[in-house]
């Protein structure tokens, strides 16, 4: 029975590709020796590899057989860099440090960062392809790709990046590695770090782009038992993506508590997320519709804005796509996700300049109100003589309306109410900082470097928008080739000729000195033209031919 059915599945394999024959087996010096289930998963593999799509436009979209053609200059990239580090470290990082702003969420940012590549994320329920699509827009081989089952197979955070040779690193290391742009993963404890994993790969678009793969969603799996803070881990993610994609499968569309959490993380993305529909292929096309239908009905009321994000319906694999189902969709829509993700690409550049501009408004608007705390306590402290520092502080910290701390700060120039922390979050920030430990705005100014909230206001509505403005494309022109002279057939025996070019006309050329002669004697002057005598046609001699 066993020999039966390997005998059925060899002959079904030759039937269902142009009568494929075992022959066709790459030989090697063992071929002899292999077992005959050693030979049909070669010969699936073989298989495998003739039906799979053509890639040839993924790379020529990405423009990667030509990576020169729409890239920024290289050169100017790494000057604006490098103008990035120094306006952060010069006009941002002191009052980022000097009023305790990383306390509040918000880590530094290192110089990793400034030169990591644009980040796509992939998040979405368990077993929805998200692995498979990073396999096939990487082009990964059987050998190289990551583990895709129907069952739950990715539980950790994997980062697939490009390197010389393949090579998995494992979490520790790449946290360690000052060079990437990880470091600050570390507090999430070890737990994380067991599974946080990185993929190192030689493929011309990971010169590009870093990819990042995310356990799963599954809905009947509390928080806790992950032994890590998923969720933080999540908005450390989004928040230095430059494109997230939340991949569904038709299968998968209800929606529950942690992707309701994951959705409330993706607030302010919305620009940058993308919905994919994947394994569109497997229902039939009116099924389509109605599972398109379903799935905007249960995720309206978690995005809320007035356009809905992109929605990208396809299959989104090697495999070729299954009869009878919407081949010329799925191809645009496939089209239209790899321009998206070119997109990425092209505006890296722009997305660190605006992240670093929101970053400093946040640092501005965070040391304002410590110094209005601060104002306001100096002033209780004179006036209420006899009364513990203690309890003017905490009377100021739970009750700012009464003091008009925050109204005030709103009749600042340039100050948004919408991106102002509510008081709840100060009211934890003084508990472990208080009031006294900071000083005034007013002394941080130097004779000679300003003071620093000039300085980063400076930065904030002149620096950093110069620097967009900065940013030019290289531009490559075809060459203008000489056209070929056109034939003439004007002769009365039908013969043909090219005819000879003009050549251009020289100006006659004549001195000055013989110009004003002759207006004084009043005769006109021949004005000959200027030809270097070496190649007058009286002194030009013809080379003699060896």
Not at 54 to 60: L, T, V
Not at 213 to 218: E, F, L, S, Y
Request: hydrophobic share 35%; aromatic share 8%; with cysteine.
């Amino acid at each position: 029975y066993y020999i039966t059915m390997h005998v059925l599945y060899i002959l079904l394999l030759i039937l269902s590709v142009d009568c494929l024959s075992l022959s066709e087996i790459p030989s090697t010096p063992d071929s002899d020796n292999l077992s005959e289930e050693a030979r049909i998963r070669v010969l699936d593999a073989l298989l495998r590899t003739k039906r799979a799509r053509n890639r040839s436009y993924i790379e020529k979209i990405l423009q990667l057989d030509d990576p020169s053609a729409r890239r920024i200059n290289n050169k100017v990239a790494q000057n604006i860099i490098k103008r990035l580090k120094t306006i952060y470290h010069n006009t941002v990082r002191p009052l980022e440090d000097a009023y305790g702003f990383h306390f509040m969420g918000h880590p530094s940012i290192s110089d990793a960062e400034f030169n990591a590549k644009p980040m796509i994320l992939f998040l979405g329920p368990w077993s929805t392809g998200k692995s498979t699509m990073i396999n096939y827009l990487v082009g990964m081989g059987q050998d190289k790709q990551l583990h895709t089952g129907a069952q739950p197979t990715t539980t950790d955070f994997t980062v697939v990046m490009h390197g010389k040779e393949p090579r998995s690193i494992e979490g520790i290391v790449l946290t360690s590695d000052s060079s990437k742009p990880f470091s600050q993963l570390e507090k999430f404890g070890q737990n994380f770090l067991e599974r946080f994993v990185g993929l190192e790969l030689p493929h011309k678009l990971l010169e590009l782009a870093t990819f990042v793969d995310t356990p799963g969603i599954i809905e009947n799996r509390k928080q806790q038992e992950r032994g890590y803070p998923f969720n933080d881990v999540i908005q450390w993610y989004v928040d230095r993506a430059d494109l997230i994609f939340v991949v569904f499968d038709p299968t998968k569309l209800d929606v529950g508590v942690e992707l309701e959490t994951l959705f409330h993380k993706l607030k302010g993305r919305e620009s940058m997320i993308r919905l994919v529909l994947n394994k569109a292929d497997s229902i039939q096309i009116h099924e389509l519709m109605r599972v398109y239908g379903a799935l905007f009905w249960n995720l309206a009321p978690l995005v809320n804005v007035t356009e809905s994000p992109r929605i990208y319906v396809g299959s989104f694999w090697p495999e070729p796509y299954r009869v009878n189902t919407s081949l010329h969709l799925f191809m645009h829509e496939e089209v239209s996700l790899l321009h998206d993700i070119n997109d990425a690409i092209e505006n890296s550049l722009h997305n660190k300049i605006a992240r670093l501009r929101q970053h400093a408004v946040n640092v501005r608007i965070h040391a304002l109100l410590v110094d209005k705390y601060l104002a306001i306590y100096t002033r209780q402290k004179a006036m209420s003589s006899g009364v513990k520092r203690e309890v003017i502080q905490s009377e100021i910290i739970n009750h700012p309306n009464k003091y008009h701390i925050y109204s005030s700060l709103y009749h600042e120039i340039n100050i948004s109410r919408y991106d102002v922390p509510p008081p709840e979050k100060y009211k934890e920030f003084f508990s472990h900082h208080p009031i006294t430990s900071f000083k005034a705005l007013n002394t941080y100014c130097g004779m000679f470097g300003g003071c620093a909230m000039s300085n980063i206001e400076r930065s904030i509505s002149s620096d950093l928008p110069a620097l967009l403005s900065s940013i030019t494309y290289e531009k490559h022109e075809p060459r203008s080739s000489p056209q070929p002279t056109k034939k003439v057939c004007d002769k009365p025996d039908g013969s043909c000729y090219k005819p000879k070019t003009k050549d251009k006309e020289q100006k006659p050329t004549v001195s000055k000195a013989t110009e004003k002669q002759a207006e004084a004697d009043g005769e006109t002057v021949t004005k000959k033209p200027n030809i270097n005598p070496k190649y007058h046609k009286n002194n030009y001699k013809k080379p003699i031919a060896h």
